[in-house]
Nanobody, 125 residues
Framework: QVQLVESGGGLVQAGGSLRLSCAAS????????MGWFRQAPGKEREFVAG????????YYADSVKGRFTISRDNAKNTVYLQMNSLKPGDTAVYYC??????????????????WGQGTQVTVSS
């Protein structure tokens, strides 16, 4: 089992920045990739960004490219999501996820095995 704990959410004005953190514990040697997803009220959960643990390759949703950056700290078993130029449309609960293996895509939530509890990000206009 892998446990994931997110932190760093909050309220920010449009144009501002936040950095989310996700600390992994437990059988972290099983982790192949990690990702960030988000879910806004009344909407389905959507992919935001992903990172392959071995070499740091990154993947982004088109809606956040150029604004968000995912990174990892292997020594701390932690993944980060730096969010810049935030928009009201970025308001959502953000979830960290971990996958034990690659199953065809990094973009689908069904390909991830472990999930954090979520952290709220609210962007005011």
């Amino acid at each position: 089992q892998v446990q994931l704990v997110e932190s760093g959410g909050g309220l920010v004005q449009a144009g501002g920045s936040l950095r989310l953190s996700c600390a992994a514990s437990g059988r972290t040697f099983n982790v192949y990739a990690m990702g960030w997803f988000r879910q806004a009220p009344g909407k389905e959960r959507e992919f935001v960004a992903g990172i392959r643990w071995s070499d740091g390759s990154t993947y982004y949703a088109d809606s956040v490219k150029g604004r968000f950056t995912i990174s990892r700290d292997n020594a701390k078993n932690t993944v980060y999501l730096q969010m810049n130029s935030l928009k009201p449309g970025d308001t959502a609960v953000y979830y960290c996820a971990a996958a034990r293996s690659y199953r065809g895509t990094y973009y689908a939530d069904t390909k991830y095995d472990y999930w954090g509890q979520g952290t709220q990000v609210t962007v005011s206009s």
